[in-house]
């Protein structure tokens, strides 16, 4: 079955970065675009950026721009999210997300939390 499975998240200080990572097992990874979205307390879910299969488009919520970078190894079944000069808005629970099999599969969720 579809596995989905987060890493990275944590306190960071503003101004300073994280690396989320998602690795992928049970479908071919390589024929799919990956997106993380993060998620608010008592708010919906909303995407941050996603990648295409081949990892050569990519696109970012307008709020991350500049700060945030997607990345994918398919030879490790893996999606990255950089998230460099991170402010305390960044503060949320992140997921990875992808929709092989005409449906939508989703991880655990890291928390990221942006304070001094």
């Known amino acids: 079955q579809v596995q989905l499975v987060e890493s990275g998240g944590g306190l960071a200080q503003p101004g300073g970065s994280l690396r989320l990572s998602c690795t992928a097992s049970g479908f071919t990874f390589s024929y799919y675009a990956m997106a993380w979205y993060r998620q608010y307390p008592r708010k919906e879910r909303e995407l941050v950026a996603a990648?295409?299969?081949?990892?050569?488009?990519?696109n970012y919520r307008d709020s991350v721009k500049g700060r945030f970078t997607i990345s994918r190894d398919n030879a490790k079944n893996t999606v990255f999210l950089l998230m460099n000069s991170l402010k305390p808005e960044d503060t949320a629970v992140y997921y990875c997300?992808?929709?092989?099999?005409?449906?939508?599969?989703w991880g655990q969720g890291t928390q990221v939390t942006v304070s001094s």
């Open positions: 997300n992808t929709n092989p099999y005409k449906s939508n599969y």
């Open positions: 990648i295409t299969s081949t990892g050569g488009d990519t």
